[in-house]
């Protein structure tokens, strides 16, 4: 069985710290990982997907396989970053399993 | 242009009324979801059809019966409702089973 570990439910830093927000997963296959973001009361929407391997409004996620692990990351976090930050994995069909999700603030 | 559209945004209605939510998506693709995100905002899927075809039924009560009448639309129908079916349910698309497109979401009250 598939499963997505966000173990913060809750992370607040300030603006210009780096954040990371972490992100690990259970598969037994080779995984699709994603980055999905929901900024308040809007819809869930694509943030990064681990194969394109670009870098959206300044966020990076590297697929470690040996932790399984895809934790995100951003160098100077920003005011308008502070959302709901899903992890999600896609196995072969059409399933996402998502994680969590952990909540980032950022304080002026 | 929205892609993938939800009606309506909010309902509030009482424990044992039965209520559909609609949900439309123009951009073509062939999978078609629900999923419930509860109060502490965990999201879970509910439902997946492909091509107006059931693929994915999770362990979701059978109140909850998804329609497709055309793989455009896929609608959620919910009978005998009850207090903890209080939750935002969000419609979403994919043309290809990894990335995929939501809806803005329904936000059900049940009092």
């Known amino acids: 069985a598939q499963r997505v570990t966000q173990p913060e439910k809750l992370l607040s830093v300030f603006k210009g710290a780096p954040v990371e927000l972490k992100c690990n997963y259970s598969?037994?296959?080779?995984?699709?990982l994603f980055w999905y973001v929901q900024y308040s009361r809007q819809r869930l929407q694509l943030l990064l997907r681990?194969?394109s391997r670009e870098s959206i409004k300044g966020f990076t996620a590297d697929l470690n396989k040996g932790e399984t692990s895809f934790h995100l990351k951003k160098p100077f976090a920003q005011e308008e970053d502070s959302a709901m930050y899903y992890c999600?994995?896609?196995?072969?069909?059409?399933?996402?399993?998502f994680g969590e999700g952990t909540q980032l603030t950022v304080n002026p | 242009d929205t892609a993938v559209s939800q009606t309506p945004k909010y309902l509030v209605t009482q424990m044992g009324n039965d209520k559909s939510i609609k949900c439309e998506q123009n951009?073509?693709?062939?999978?078609m979801y629900w999923y419930k995100q509860d109060s502490k905002k965990f999201l879970k899927i509910m439902f997946s059809?492909?091509?107006?075809?059931?693929?994915i039924n999770e362990t979701v009560p059978n109140r909850f019966s998804p329609k497709s009448p055309d793989k455009a639309h896929l609608n959620l129908h919910i009978n005998s409702l009850e207090l903890g079916d209080s939750a935002v349910y969000f419609c979403a698309s994919s043309p290809d089973s990894y990335e995929q497109y939501f809806g803005p979401g329904t936000r059900l009250t049940v009092t």
């Open positions: 059809y492909n091509n107006k075809e059931l693929i």
């Open positions: 999600a994995l896609s196995s072969s069909g059409s399933r996402l399993t």
């Open positions: 681990h194969i």
């Open positions: 951009l073509g693709h062939d999978t």
């Open positions: 598969y037994s296959g080779s995984p699709e």
